[in-house]
């Protein structure tokens, strides 16, 4: 199992972009990371979602003081 | 002096507003309007997990030519400061970071010391770093020599509108550091935002005053008036105070009386 942004999903072994392409996260406003890593847009071809990865996809909200 | 020549820095930007606008509690139509009439060339933004049902993104929302200031809100400590920091910066939008981080859920005080660590390992990874901050002085001393851009000492607790409640340890950092002093946190109206920037703060950081008023690109615009009056102000040099007594200040003789 995999958890992303929270929710655990049963994805193992998906690959990353399958996964990004069958969200509906869209393109060019967000950042991936796995298990506390960032894993850069060049590289999203080839990564493999494992078992008990943590992903977190974030994005910009408003914000200030 | 020319208006237009009076500018600050922070990392290689040069920035003639001084007034910069937080993005947040209010909706993403009105941002434009808000940057737009309060001449913001600065806009904060979070960063969060990202939402799937709403494609609508706030970069949308924030005109071209703003610098972008990401915040690490949601921080608790230095190392989770850093880790939004990245993302921030990888989400592509420059290096300009305002470090936040918060311990204490009550009052939401920023923890000078995480951020001093936090600064430190920022401006080693080549980030502008602006740290929100409790306003100490060998605090503000630590931030800089950690390579901070600039200090953001709070006026008040974050979001309560209650001004210049830290006002003499703020005038302390203004007249003893030698990096832009941003007054940032709890400035509730525009009378405060001058006030500061009269003490000779760079600039005044606002968003909840702007975003809980009733016309929001309005206010927005009062923001502005003011803190260029501030502005000017300061560079007038402020009249001075009689400790007791008065002054005419008209003519003493002439007196329609003999």
Redesign the interface.
Known sequence: MVKINGNVENVDGQKLTDYLDNSEYRPGTFVVEINEEIVHKEDYEGVILHDGDTVEIVQFMGGGC | MEENKDTFKLGDKEFTSRFI??????S?NL?KAAVENGGAQIV??????????E?E???DYVPEGVT?L??T?GARNAKEAV?IA???R??G?GNFVKIEIMGDTKYLFPDNNETIKATEELAKEGFVVLP?MFPDLYAARALKEAGAAAVMPLAAP??SNKGLAAKQFIQVLIDEMDIPVIV???IGKPSQACEAMEMGATAV????AV?TAEDIPMMAGAFKSAIEAGRKAHLAGLGRVLERGASASDPLTGFLRD
Do not use: Q, W
């Open positions: 606008l937080g993005s947040g509690k209010y993403m941002i904060t933004l979070s960063v969060r997990r990202a939402n799937t049902k494609h993104n706030i970069l972008i990401p915040n809100s880790r990245r993302m921030a990888e989400l939008c929100y974050i979001g940032d946190a709890g950081m606002a968003n909840t975003a």
